[in-house]
């Protein structure tokens, strides 16, 4: 084996994100030792079972102790108490890292609890799926995935390099910015799709003409994609939607306008500003394929996609 990155990495959380990078970390023999640690002895014992690191424990003051990196994969509401649990234990010149959807409200969570010394390195991988918990990962999640830094004033530009080494170690291609423009485009990009399958999949949920049978029976591949992020975990959206409030709101705000020039145009029979729109947007796909971010990607459940390059 290569000399591991570092001697020792502590995962805290996981789940769907933290066990794929266990997984990972252990094929590229990134760390001569992983210390695991979650919140719930049940999770704990599974990952223990699946043989994802090197150690367990419910405490993560323990897991983080002399670790070189440490990588927090909770919910975003959750980062806080996490930082603020971890922070005395956490080893002078130690990368702190986390993977969460939203930023500026997670560096607000952390940041004040980074003891001086410590790296605090905020990031983001675009990549995940609709399931969570320790037996949903897997290694090759982040394979030519993008992986997001949000990189607080002052940050130490050789730690950033090493972080960085390490994403690129498990699959990822780097990209920073500032957190406020994450924020942004994550909303449109992310936060938005899945706010909108939650709510088409809700009003088929309400509706009383057509039963509930109907809907399952019959439902075409457009509904069954949008059941599939709608499946996504109810506690990470939840903290998403809370902890990008302004982003998402101006987002939203966008989209009933434009649905509302779209129900227009339905109304009075335009069709030439519904062809307009819809080639526009073909475009747009063709664009992401092009640009080779297609989706033989893990995000897409992994499901045969028809693929035009490919047809
Ligand atoms: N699921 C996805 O597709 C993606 C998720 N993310 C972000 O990654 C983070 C983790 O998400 P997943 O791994 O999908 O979630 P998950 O639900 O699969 O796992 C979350 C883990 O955090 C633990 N946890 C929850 N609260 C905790 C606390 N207070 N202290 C310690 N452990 C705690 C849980 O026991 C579990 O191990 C979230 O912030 C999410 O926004 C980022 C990219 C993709
Ligand atoms: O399942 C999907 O399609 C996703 O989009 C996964 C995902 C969810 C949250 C993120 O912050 C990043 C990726």
Not at 6 to 18: M, N, Y
Not at 118 to 147: M, Q, Y
Request: glycine share 8%; with cysteine.
């Amino acid at each position: 084996m290569a000399s591991p990155m570092f001697e020792k990495i502590a995962l805290v959380g996981i789940g769907l994100i933290g066990s794929s990078l266990a997984r990972v970390i252990r094929r590229e023999g990134l760390a001569r030792h992983v210390a695991i640690s979650t919140r719930s002895a049940a999770t704990l014992k599974r990952a223990e079972e699946l043989g994802l690191g090197d150690s367990y424990t419910i405490d993560a003051g323990d897991a983080v102790r002399d670790a070189d990196l440490v990588v927090v994969s909770v919910p975003v509401g959750s980062s806080g108490a996490v930082a603020e649990e971890i922070a005395p234990a956490l080893k002078k010149g130690a990368i702190l890292t986390d993977v969460g959807s939203t930023k500026a409200s997670v560096i607000a969570q952390m940041q004040p609890h980074v003891p001086e010394g410590v790296h605090f390195i905020p990031g983001h991988p675009l990549a995940g799926t609709e399931k969570s918990g320790p037996d949903a990962g897997f290694a090759d999640l982040f394979d030519n995935r993008w992986c997001i830094f949000t990189p607080v004033p002052g940050t130490d530009p050789e730690a950033l390099e090493r972080l960085s080494e390490f994403w690129r170690r498990c699959g990822a291609n780097i990209d920073t910015m500032d957190p406020q423009h994450h924020d942004m485009t994550l909303a449109i990009v992310s936060h938005l799709p899945h706010i909108i399958a939650y709510n088409i999949v809700g009003t088929a949920d309400d509706l009383e003409s057509v039963t509930k049978t109907e809907v399952i029976k019959y439902s075409a591949s457009g509904f069954r994609d949008f059941t599939r992020l709608a499946a996504s975990d109810p506690t990470m959206w939840r903290d998403v939607c809370l902890h990008n409030k302004d982003a998402i709101l101006e987002m939203l705000a966008r989209f009933s306008e434009d649905l509302a020039f779209l129900q227009r145009a339905i109304r009075w029979g335009d069709g030439d500003k519904l062809f307009d729109l819809f080639t526009r947007t073909r475009a747009v796909r063709r664009s992401i394929i092009e640009a080779g971010q297609d989706i033989d990607a893990p995000d897409f459940g992994r499901q045969a996609v028809e693929h035009p390059a490919k047809s």
